[in-house]
Every structure is written in structure tokens, then in C-alpha cells.
């Protein structure tokens, strides 16, 4: 008996490459067990050789995941942010990342009102505790030049599920060299001291300071947010893509691919206009020090979730798996000790 079986397993997206798998075989007589059992090794085997098909997509851990609920919180920068300016739940997260395989999320901090920062981490910490989401970890917000500090830090001794901080640098209110002011420098070695980590959300054009201030904290691990925050848009990122180098070399520092799709031209932007800035990234830090972050929902600006990380699928295509799955996942478990 003669058969030939075909496999065709596609992406999420037209975009990304799918392939086919075909096999021809030539037999006297086949069982009907005999044939399920081969085509389903066929399409096990197809799957491992393309984890970006549809039926195996690599696993996610988002490690930048927001969440707000203006009936609970105040986010004073919303005010500059209309189409962002309403609650952003847990539910709505969940309908984004749908059929993404988005195994694990950290919640990435949301510059709420400082007197709701305590009140904020404490709200996520609940999350995490009922283990009936992806939410496993959470970056919290803090002010490390505060007087207080190590005080605000004492309430989150002994939770695990706190993994860091973060500032953000690129407020109107925050000059350049703020965080190389003494009192900021010593609260960033605290969080070390703590085996907590930092995120650094800043300006591109203050990548040099963060250069200094990785410098004064050896003992601190640090996570650049958003690729160092560069304009998709801009003819010339020769200046950043110097500081991206130079960040790279301080072996305490890990890039999070993430947020830049939000400075993309709404409506007509294309996976290869996100290119460069990815690819300069990765190829600076090496493939063990970047991390995948959602961005969710500031992504949406200018694209879904999906589309994000179609996009990125779509520039690392032609990486090695193993690569790929560094930085969607595996690196993650590591700098943000979730294992």
C-alpha cells in the first residue's frame, strides 16, 4: 500500500516562516493505529524542529507587565496619556497574551502616586498570592533617595515575590544626573544589599549615567527597561547605540527587550523598523543578557500585544532556537530569580 502524508504547520502570523513537512512512504498493508501512530511522530517532529509553529510556540515570560485601576490608584502621568487613561485589569491582560503561550509575568511598577506605593506593591503581592494568573514576581516602585527608604524596603523583607525596583528617570520632574546624586547611589546599593534588582527607565541621551551609576553599585543587579529608550522613528541613533555598547560591558547589566514599538509611527510601522534597535541590542549584550518584556498596555499606542511579539518573532527569526528562547524566557528565570 502507497501513501503520502503531508504536515503544514504556519505561524500566528503570515509574516513569520512556516515550512512543510512531507513524507512518502511505500507499504504492502497499514493498520489505522500503525498510521495515526507514525503521522503523529511526523507532527511531533515538525514541531521540534520549528517551535515558532502555531501548535508550539516558545514559551513567554513577560517580564514587564502593567496593570491599573484608576478606581483604586492614581497615575499622575495619565494626564499626558489620554488613550491610556482608564483601568487596565488583569482580565484585559489575559485576553491580550490569549494563545501566546505567555507561561509567567512580572509586574513592572506604574509610577502611581508616591503616597500609593506601599498600598501598590501590597495589591500585587495579593495577586501573586492567589496563583490563578501568570503574575509570579513584581518590580515595585520606590524613591531611593528618600530618607525613609530603608524602612520602606524592611516591609518587603522576606517576600519573594518582591524581585526588585524601579524609578522612573525620564519624568519631567527628574533632572539629568538625578540618579548619581549621593543619596540615590547609596539606595541602589542597599537594593543589592537586599538581592534586590533595579530597573532603569531613563532618557536615551542619560544612558551615561546610568553607565556611572552601574559603576558606583557593582553589587546591584540592573535591568535596562525598553532598550535604553531609543526613538524608533529617529535618523540617527549613533550616539545610543555607543551607549548601548558601553553598558553592555558591565557584566551586571541585562537589556530588556521592550517598549520601543510604543515610539513606532502609529499605523504604518513594520517588524523592520523595530530591527536595528533589537539586533543592535541583542548582538551588544550576547544572547545571556536580554529579557523579553510585554509592555502591556503602553504597547498598545501603536500595536496589540500580538502584534509585538509577532514583530519580534519576526526579527529573530533567524537566530538559533535556543537563542530565541534565551530571551522570551530562560534568562528571565535568572535575572529576576524565579526559580
Same mark, same amino acid.
Given at each position: ?79 499626558? #496619556? $489620554?488613550?491610556? %487613561? ?7 491582560? =489575559? ?5 501566546? +503561550? &505567555? ?107 546610568? #553607565? $556611572?551609576?552601574? %559603576? ?7 535591568? =535596562? ?5 531609543? +526613538? &524608533? ?107
Amino acid at each position: 500500500m502507497w501513501f503520502r502524508s503531508t504536515f503544514k504547520l504556519y505561524d500566528q502570523a503570515d509574516s513569520l516562516r512556516g515550512f512543510e513537512l512531507v513524507t512518502t512512504k511505500t507499504r504492502n498493508a497499514v493498520t489505522r493505529r500503525e498510521f495515526l501512530g507514525e503521522t503523529a511522530g511526523l507532527a511531533a517532529t515538525a514541531i521540534l524542529l520549528d517551535p515558532r509553529a502555531e501548535l508550539a510556540p516558545l514559551p513567554i515570560i513577560d517580564t514587564h507587565q502593567h496593570l491599573w485601576d484608576l478606581d483604586r490608584f492614581k497615575l499622575p502621568w495619565l494626564e499626558n #496619556a $489620554k488613550t491610556l %487613561d482608564r483601568s487596565f485589569l488583569m482580565s484585559d491582560y =489575559l485576553k491580550a497574551v490569549q494563545d501566546l +503561550n &505567555v507561561v509567567k509575568s512580572i509586574y513592572m511598577e506604574v509610577d502611581v502616586h508616591v503616597s500609593q506605593q506601599l498600598a501598590e506593591a501590597r495589591e500585587v503581592m495579593s495577586i501573586i498570592a492567589r496563583g490563578d494568573t501568570p503574575m509570579v514576581g513584581a518590580v515595585i516602585s520606590g524613591r531611593p533617595n528618600s530618607d525613609n527608604f530603608k524602612s520602606y524596603l524592611d516591609h518587603f523583607q522576606g517576600k519573594p515575590a518582591i524581585k526588585g525596583l524601579r524609578q522612573v528617570l525620564h519624568s519631567k520632574t527628574t533632572p539629568q544626573g538625578y540618579c548619581l546624586e549621593p543619596k540615590f547611589i547609596a539606595g541602589i546599593k542597599l537594593l543589592g544589599d537586599r538581592n534586590l534588582s533595579f530597573d532603569l527607565c531613563m532618557r536615551s541621551s542619560e544612558l551615561a549615567d546610568a #553607565a $556611572k551609576l552601574v %559603576d558606583a553599585c557593582p553589587g546591584t543587579t540592573f535591568i =535596562l527597561d525598553h532598550c535604553g529608550n531609543p +526613538n &524608533v522613528q529617529s535618523a540617527d541613533r549613533s550616539q545610543w547605540k555607543q551607549d548601548i555598547l558601553s553598558l553592555a560591558k558591565r557584566p551586571n547589566v541585562t537589556a530588556k527587550i521592550s517598549g520601543i514599538v510604543a515610539s513606532a509611527k502609529a499605523g504604518s510601522w513594520t517588524a523592520d523598523d523595530l530591527a536595528p534597535i533589537i539586533n543592535h541590542v541583542i548582538d551588544a549584550f550576547g544572547p545571556d543578557r536580554v529579557v523579553f518584556g510585554g509592555d502591556w498596555p503602553v504597547c498598545t499606542l501603536t500595536a496589540t500585544y500580538r502584534q509585538w511579539v509577532e514583530a519580534l518573532l519576526q526579527v529573530v527569526k533567524d537566530r538559533p532556537v535556543d537563542v530565541q528562547k534565551k530571551l522570551l524566557h530562560d534568562n528571565a528565570i535568572r535575572v529576576y530569580k524565579l526559580a
